[in-house]
């Protein structure tokens, strides 16, 4: 379990980094939970990873092929519910959309 400074440093990035809203794939009806936060240091979205779990992956950025590589971190479904809860009293920007997700779970 994350600590409480560890949570407080989360929302900061999700606030500033991330984005929070509900995903559908095509041929589905129900609408998926998530959080994702990209970032060029990938530093950042380890300690995410280690302390919250979800995934990491490569940004392919075609556009800009002399760009540094860009990551993305995102956690889906119960676990993003589970993130949001965590991290909720330390969201300032993000908190409306964060509680929609909440109130739907």
């Given at each position: 379990?994350a600590?409480?400074?560890?949570?407080?440093?989360?929302?900061g990035i999700?606030?500033?980094?991330?984005?929070i809203g509900?995903?559908?794939?095509k041929?589905?009806t129900?609408k998926t939970p998530i959080?994702?936060?990209t970032n060029?240091?990938?530093?950042?979205?380890?300690?995410?990873y280690?302390?919250?779990?979800?995934?990491?992956?490569?940004?392919k950025?075609?556009?800009r092929?002399?760009?540094?590589p860009c990551w993305l971190?995102?956690l889906?479904?119960?676990?993003?519910?589970l993130f949001?809860?965590e991290i909720?009293?330390?969201l300032?920007g993000k908190k409306e959309?964060a509680?929609?997700?909440?109130?739907?779970?």
């Amino acid at each position: 379990m994350a600590k409480k400074t560890e949570k407080a440093w989360a929302a900061g990035i999700v606030d500033g980094e991330g984005w929070i809203g509900l995903e559908k794939k095509k041929g589905r009806t129900k609408k998926t939970p998530i959080v994702e936060v990209t970032n060029t240091n990938k530093n950042i979205l380890d300690e995410l990873y280690e302390k919250f779990g979800g995934n990491i992956y490569l940004c392919k950025r075609p556009s800009r092929p002399k760009a540094n590589p860009c990551w993305l971190w995102r956690l889906r479904r119960k676990k993003c519910v589970l993130f949001l809860k965590e991290i909720k009293p330390w969201l300032i920007g993000k908190k409306e959309k964060a509680q929609k997700i909440l109130d739907n779970k």
